[in-house]
């Protein structure tokens, strides 16, 4: 008879060895974020992320995962930090996660590794690994699991490495003992709801997608709404602002070396990425998180920022953007000009 005991002592060791900086277990038949996941649903905020709508009840019920009794599976919640060692920041902003390499393939490798050194001490161990690609609500389970709880912004938040976390999960058929959430210590702290640019993190606790910064830049497709364009600043791919102003933030760590690859978008100049081609933004965001914004995307954040930045410099590239074959591209860039130049700002305008 397998020891889960020791098991999970083995699961302790090998998530140190593999780099994850938190671990913990969160039982499989708990109904992780349900009544919160439904709220959000009802008031509309997942905007037209229409597949978070789609069968709710098996996003709440991580059971579906594997076919095993509903007391017989538990959930190995992981988190590696991805805090920056220093802050860079170009005239167009990019949201620190992805700066650097693509966490999916990293975490989902690291997780291979774990089940396959796992399935040498559990024989007939079924495990599925969820890296951003399962429905199920991965923050909710982390705090079940005592990764950390989940503050007013939404994020998970640990004590000693703040939120700027990336999180992986292995549902496992073994009723592992689960730990214990960790209490709630944001407080009466508001400092991410009074610094969010659109209003979007609500008193509640929830947070109004349709607003986000980065689910404006990232994940709406459409053309985004001209009253909140200046509020999206020089963002041109996400948005940190809520976790730069979070007081758990600010004497985290630098986060894990192997996640600061090649690609580093920080540094890419707003100018250049007005001029780009589809061959220029596929070979700088090859490999990085940042490719979940389509080419024409990162032109009309690019537009957008370029806007608010007010800068002359950009005038001749924003021209060129206006005639581009991208309804949603070029009116970005004729916004962006009559917000520079009709201001007044600059000696050649």
Known sequence: MVDLSKIKLLIVRLAGELGFVRMGIAPADIPAGGEHFRRFLAMGYHG???FLAREPERRCDVRHMLDVPADAGSVICLAVSYAPAEVKDAAG?????????????????RCGKLVAELSKTAPGLQARICVDTAPLLERELAAAAGLGWIGRNGCLI?????SYLLLAEIVVNLPLPPDKPVKNRCGSCRACIEACP???????????SRRCVSYLTIEHRGSIPESLRGACGRWVFGCDVCQEVCPFNRSVPAGDAELRGPADLAVAPLGKMLRWEWADWDRATRGSSARRAKYEMFLRNAAVAAG???????RPALENLARHESPIVAEAARWAMKQGFDAGRGADV
């Open 48 to 50: 037209t992320m229409s």
């Open 308 to 314: 608010n930045a007010l800068d002359p410099a950009y």
């Open 198 to 208: 659109t209003g979007a993190i609500q008193d509640d606790g929830l947070v109004d």
């Open 158 to 162: 640990d004590s000693r490495f703040g």
């Open 93 to 109: 902003r990019i949201a620190r996660y992805a700066r650097g390499r693509d966490y999916h393939r990293l975490l989902r490798k």
